[in-house]
């Protein structure tokens, strides 16, 4: 601040106003916006295009070859339907909120390029415009986790996660199955281990300090550096190790989010397994968590695919939610649920049995300040097209992003200094959807 701020400001006080008038009064300079009411996040993904007729935007009235195969059903909230498929989702309805009318906006869907659209906000055309990074990644960044628990925590090692402009420094700590089970193994440190892990954690942290002495301009030092000092303190740390035990759990809480032997002959019980962990790792404090949960591009046997998948995340989801809400943390925990297309509502491919990719989908969201028991958007009596309130990806992130308390037209620099906008086009927040 220079002196003919300081005194513009000292003076100020004599007609009334404090420090405190003037920090208030920046904090509401944009007229309307929301107020941060998330701290944390969950960001379920079902990759491959999970088809939204036959889930969460049915269309019972319509012609019989643009008909889903599954019945509708009634949720607990007047007016919304979902499909047979989803009978433990019904009875939360009131619980989320169901956007039918966000899109990409392409005429042809694309599994790689719309995947990085939605979780990044941003349209990645050009092989030479910047790496976008995903949510995680910025809440990383700007929301990082206390000492001993990482920021972003993904159980998908998908590059999109990965590369980003903000460098190594906030890419998630990526587990598979066999990792996690790793890493709880490895997280039991014997107490009279930790004198000599602290002596170790020394050397290698002066060690590190000497190499980027030696060369302070390579962007990705800093971010090994960082990795290595949260890998020692998720080793000490007992909050983590015990967030993925899941021994911990009743064997009555395992079947109830669907981690049964009948999921496992279907492939989904690892799926529900990280739902429930992503519960565990939310209360042990995480601010960010991604999960990709089983495949969901059906060119072959859509409906074959929908009784297969839909049962697991129909358990996992809705027994997510009921926790979350139980415990106080929905209040401030995003859940989102969605791929990165929906499916046409004709049937090609496989005898007739499969669908196509289309840019028409369903996104599920909860809790954070997103509304219960609310639907925005409506799509034609073929889910082929949007009819109202149209939204595009980036009004996605940006809503996502003002619940989280980050203002998306921040910018960040890239690891050569370069600066870039958060979400980079101007559309408006989903405002149909906040509570």
């Known amino acids: 601040m220079n002196r003919r701020h300081f005194l513009t400001i000292g003076g100020s006080t004599l007609f009334g106003l404090t420090w405190a008038d003037i920090l208030r009064a920046q904090a509401v300079t944009e007229v309307g916006r929301p107020q941060p009411k998330a701290r944390q996040m969950i960001c379920l993904w079902l990759g491959g295009g999970p ?27 007047p007016g919304i339907h979902v499909t047979e498929l989803l009978p433990r989702m019904a009875r939360i309805a009131d619980k989320y909120t169901i956007i039918r009318s966000c899109t990409t906006g392409d005429a042809r869907a694309d599994h790689a390029k719309d995947t990085y659209y939605w979780l990044t906000g941003n349209r990645r055309r050009e092989p030479q415009t910047p790496k976008y990074p995903t949510y995680g990644s910025v809440v990383a960044k700007l929301r990082p986790a206390p000492p001993g628990i990482p920021s972003f925590i993904s159980f998908e090692g998908a590059n999109v996660l990965v590369d980003s402009y903000l460098g190594s420094a906030v890419a998630p700590l990526v587990f598979s199955d066999q990792q996690a089970r790793a890493m709880r193994e490895m997280l039991t440190v014997p107490q009279a281990q930790l004198t000599l892990f602290d002596r170790e954690r020394n050397l290698v942290h002066a060690f590190n300090r000497l190499r980027y002495q030696l060369d302070k301009f390579e962007p990705l030092l800093e971010g090994r550096d960082r990795f290595q000092q949260n890998a020692f303190d998720m080793l000490r740390s007992a909050r983590i190790a015990q967030a993925l035990d899941l021994s911990k759990e009743s064997p009555r809480n395992l079947q109830r989010y669907g981690a049964t032997s009948e999921n ?50 129909d358990s996992a989801v809705s027994s997510l939610l009921e926790d979350l809400d139980e415990r106080g943390l929905l209040k401030t925990t995003i859940v989102t649920l969605l791929g990165e ?74 690891t050569d200094g370069r600066p870039i906008k958060i979400v980079v086009q101007d559309r408006p927040l989903i405002r149909e959807a906040l509570a």
């Open 51 to 77: 088809p939204h007729r036959d889930s969460f935007d049915p269309k019972p009235d319509a012609p019989a070859e643009f008909r889903s195969s599954f019945q509708t059903i009634r949720t607990n909230v």
């Open 264 to 313: 496992r002959a279907r492939g989904g019980r690892s799926a529900c397994e990280a739902v429930l962990l992503a519960r565990r790792l939310i209360e042990a404090g995480v601010p960010f968590v991604h999960l990709r949960l089983l495949s969901w591009d059906f060119h072959d046997d859509n409906d074959g695919g929908c009784r297969n998948n839909w049962p697991s995340i």
């Open 341 to 414: 297309m929906g499916r046409t509502p004709w049937r090609q491919g496989g005898g007739g049995k499969g669908t196509d990719h289309w840019p028409v989908q369903f996104v599920v969201v909860a809790g954070g300040g997103f509304k219960g028991g609310t639907v925005v958007g409506t799509t034609d009596y073929r889910a082929a097209q949007i009819t109202d309130k149209l939204y595009y990806v980036e009004s996605f992130a940006r809503t996502i992003y003002t619940l989280l308390g980050i203002n998306p037209d921040q910018e960040l620099l890239t």
